[in-house]
């Protein structure tokens, strides 16, 4: 019995870490590449010793502007995008928890359909129609389809945690002449704010590093970071892949933080989202 023990234990400590070690090499190997000598990158075996450069950041700064300019613009899509969808789906999550009708129950079912469609299916009808609308390489149409693409998984999150908060404390506040908005705000939201953090984290994390929506409705002025590392990759001069690792770690590290920063936030949030009673 204590050498099966043993022997799962140790089963259960390398599959551990080999999924980190599968999690961390491609982060590490871009981070350290990044300041690593152009003719070091890719030799083999790799070396891990080696005297650092910034040879590869002044780079970028004199070479690629542009890319600062998609950080900034990404900053203000992925903070614009986290605002919408977390007011978006405390609203639907609300209503959800607290209405029921068959309806609202079949309409859960079409939301969780929603999330599951690719965003090439959606994206490729919805450009013309963007276009007449003269929304095209702006922050708001970035910032309107990056939250619509998450309210879904929001509301049912949200739905989730407001679930939790019990009833009663409705009815009371409804007794003492509140109103549904005031409860919303002054009862309801305070409670479920762990789900608002764990919606707001998927969403940063979703927009900072989404791709496709920003290579097909921007073009100049609202393009993201993401997408002008895909001009660094598609450049006419050829790839310079430690100016690349750069840019890849410098658009790396805002979302790491933050995700390292909340993340006892949004595990406390998914356990509290998670339980009963």
Not at 195 to 203: E, H, K, L, S
Request: proline content about 5%; overall charge positive.
């Amino acid at each position: 019995m204590r050498t099966d023990r043993l022997l799962a234990g140790i089963g259960k400590g390398f599959a551990v870490a080999a999924i980190i070690v599968w999690s961390i090499f491609p982060i590490a190997f871009i981070v350290l590449s990044s300041f690593k000598p152009g003719r070091d990158i890719f030799t083999v075996p790799p070396k891990f010793f080696f005297e650092p450069t910034f040879a590869h950041y002044l780079n970028l700064w004199e070479r690629w502007g542009s890319f600062f300019d998609g950080l900034f613009n990404s900053l203000i899509v992925t903070a614009g995008a986290a605002i919408l969808a977390v007011a978006a789906s405390s609203l639907a999550g609300y209503a959800y928890s607290r209405h029921q009708s068959r309806w609202l129950a079949g309409s859960v079912f079409f939301l969780i359909c929603v999330r599951l469609i690719p965003p090439i299916v959606v994206t490729l009808p919805l450009f013309p129609m963007v276009n007449w609308m003269g929304l095209n390489d702006t922050h708001l149409i970035l910032i309107v389809l990056y939250a619509t693409f998450f309210v879904s998984l929001g509301t049912v999150l949200m739905r989730t945690f407001i679930d939790q908060v019990p009833r009663d404390l409705d009815e009371a506040a409804v007794l003492d002449g509140a109103s549904r908005l005031t409860i919303l705000r002054k009862i309801i939201l305070p409670l479920a704010a762990p789900g608002m953090i764990a919606v707001a984290v998927f969403v940063v994390v979703f927009a900072w590093n989404e791709f496709l929506f920003a290579f097909i409705f921007t073009a100049t002025k609202a393009k993201t970071a993401p997408f002008v590392l895909s001009e660094m990759i598609s450049s006419v001069d050829g790839v310079d892949w430690g100016v690349l690792f750069a840019a890849s770690t410098i658009q790396l590290a805002p979302v790491l933080l933050f995700v390292i920063f909340m993340n006892r936030f949004l595990v406390a949030g998914l356990t509290a989202g998670a339980t009963k009673g």
